[in-house]
C-alpha cells in the first residue's frame, strides 16, 4: 500500500442543486452547492431548466470545491458522481462532467446511489470532528426527502434493505405539494417548517392513511388539505392567510408522528437500537424535535444529520465515493445515470 492520501471529487446533480465536495482519507475539506432559484416561479424544478443550470454551474462549483480543498487536482484519487435516481438530464449532466474529468485527469469513475449517500452522509467528519460518533451496523435510516421515504436497514455501507417504503408520495413532495396549496414558493417544506413554529399543531386534525406496517402514503393527506381549505375558503377567503401558521403546524404535526411512529414500530421489530434520518426532509424542525423526544424516551441513539448534509449535497457523494474506492469498486466509461436507480434486496 502506498501512502499516499486517497482524495476524492464528489459531484451531485440529480435534482436542483449543483454541488461538488472533496474528501481526503474520509475528512471532508469541502462541500460547495449552487442552489438554482429559477424554479421558484413554477412552484416546482423544471428539468429542462434544472440541466441547464447545472451545466452553467458545474465548472466553476467544481473548481471552487478543488480550491478551498486547497489541494492540487493531479491528487485526486477518483470522481465520484450520482448515478440516479433523479431527473435524467440532470443527472447526464454530473456523469458527462465525471467522465471528461476522470479521461483528463486519468483517475477512476466511481458510480453512487443518491439514497445511499443520503444515508452515509452520517459517516462525514470534518477535521476537527475525528472523535464524532457514527452509527454503528446495523442501523436503521429514516430516509425522507422529495423523491423518497424509506425505512432502511443498514448493514454495511452498501448493504442495505429496504423494510418499507411510500406507496406514492415521499414526504417532501407532501411537504412541497401542500405548501403549493397554500399559495407558498417551491419548495415548501422548509416555509411550512417556519410557519409551524409559530402555530398550533393541534389546531387542525387530518387523517392517517391506512397502509401496510411500515408502508407510507402521503397523497390522501394532500387531498384531505385541499378539500379542507377549499370548503374554508368558502367560508372566509382569507381563511389561509389568517390560519397560516395553524395549518403549517398541523400539516408538519401529522407528517412527523407518521413518520416517527414508523421508525419506532421498526425499531421494536427488528430489535435495532441505533436509529438516524437522512434526506431533505430531516431539516425539518419538528421532526428533528420529535425524534430526539422519542429516542430518548425508548432508549434508542438517534443520529441527525448536520443541517448542510440533509438536503442534497456532493459530501454525501464523496463519501459514499471514497467507501466505494476503498472496496476497489468502480465504473467504467460506459456507464450510464439511471433516473429510477434501486439498491437493496
Ligand atoms: O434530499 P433533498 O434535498 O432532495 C431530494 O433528493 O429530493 O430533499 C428535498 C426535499 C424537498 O421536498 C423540501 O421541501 C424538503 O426536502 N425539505 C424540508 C425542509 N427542508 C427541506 N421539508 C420540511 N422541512 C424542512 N425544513
Ligand atoms: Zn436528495
Redesign the pocket.
Known sequence: MSNNPTIILGIES??D?TSAAVIRDGILLSNVTANQAVHKQYGGVVPELASRAHQSNIVPVVETAIQQAGIDKNHLSAVAFTQGPGLLGSLLVGISFAKGFALANQIPLISVN?MQG?ILAHFIRQKDELNKPVPEFPFLCLTV???HTQIVKVNDYFDMEIIGETIDDAA??A??KIAKIMGLPY????L??KLAQEGNPLAFSFPKPKVGKFEFSFSGLKTSVLYFLRKKIQENPDFIEQHKTDIAASVQHIIVEILVEKLLQAAQQFGIRQVAVA???S???GLRQALQHKAKENNLELFIPPFAY???NAAMIAMAGYFKYLANDFAGQDVVPNARLKFGK
Request: glycine content about 26%; proline content about 7%.
Open positions: 440529480s435534482c442543486d443518491h443520503h426527502s422529495g423523491g417532501g413532495e411537504f412541497d419548495p415548501g417544506g422548509p411550512i417548517d434526506g431533505g426532509v431539516a425539518n424542525s440533509c438536503t442534497d
